[in-house]
């Protein structure tokens, strides 16, 4: 049930030093934001077990950590391509119209119609990818407008210009995009 409320905030890239540090690269924006929370959980393959952070700071143009009770470059190894996860709770609550990632995945994006209104199943939000100019929306097609099956369509995450509706509740994502043939 835990696993249901934790959400990916980023990952261990690679050790640093040889006192127990890491390296980390962070999903959450500002970077810094992931240094807030000193409880997290790790997952890898599966296994999650929960560390503590003991210190973090800035590194030039990313992050390091360090976990309790991980004190040399061996130890510290083990923790390399571990996803960081916190619980969904401990995230600060966002204003009307913003959304966090993970409740963006998921969603059913439908094209929308010449009268606003939701038409063609587009397909899913597989993910999305930050592209430096604006978040890229990767979506899994399934029988779609297109009639592709199972590809990957890139929708740039523009809302009120491609993105018109979001529906957390429903499950749903509108956008106003020209899907080639």
């Known amino acids: 049930m835990l696993e249901q409320n934790l959400v990916t905030v980023g990952q261990i890239s690679a050790v640093f ?17 992931l240094l807030s929370y000193k ?3 790790l997952e890898k ?12 700071k800035r590194h030039g143009e990313g992050l390091i950590v360090h976990i309790e009770s991980v004190d040399d470059r061996d130890q510290a190894k083990e923790y390399t391509r571990w996803q960081i996860k916190i619980d969904v709770e401990q995230m600060p609550d966002l204003e009307d119209g913003e959304y966090y990632w993970h409740q963006l995945q998921g969603l059913a994006v439908y094209l929308q119609d010449q009268y606003g209104e939701p ?4 397909g899913q939000i597989d993910y999305l990818l930050e592209t430096g100019a604006n978040d890229v929306l990767v979506i899994k097609s399934k029988n779609n407008a297109a009639g592709n099956d199972d590809q990957e369509i890139l929708i740039p995450y523009l809302p009120g210009d491609v993105v018109k509706s979001i529906d957390i509740d429903a499950g749903t994502m509108v ?7």
Do not use: C
Request: aromatic share 10%; no cysteine; hydrophobic share 40%.
């Open 175 to 181: 956008v106003d995009w020209q899907v080639d043939e």
């Open 45 to 56: 393959n599966g296994q999650l077990q929960t560390v503590n952070i003991d210190a973090a």
């Open 119 to 122: 038409s063609v199943l587009l």
């Open 17 to 33: 030093g040889v006192k127990g540090w890491l390296k980390v690269h962070s999903y959450t924006d500002p970077i810094e934001n």
């Open 39 to 41: 409880r997290i959980w």
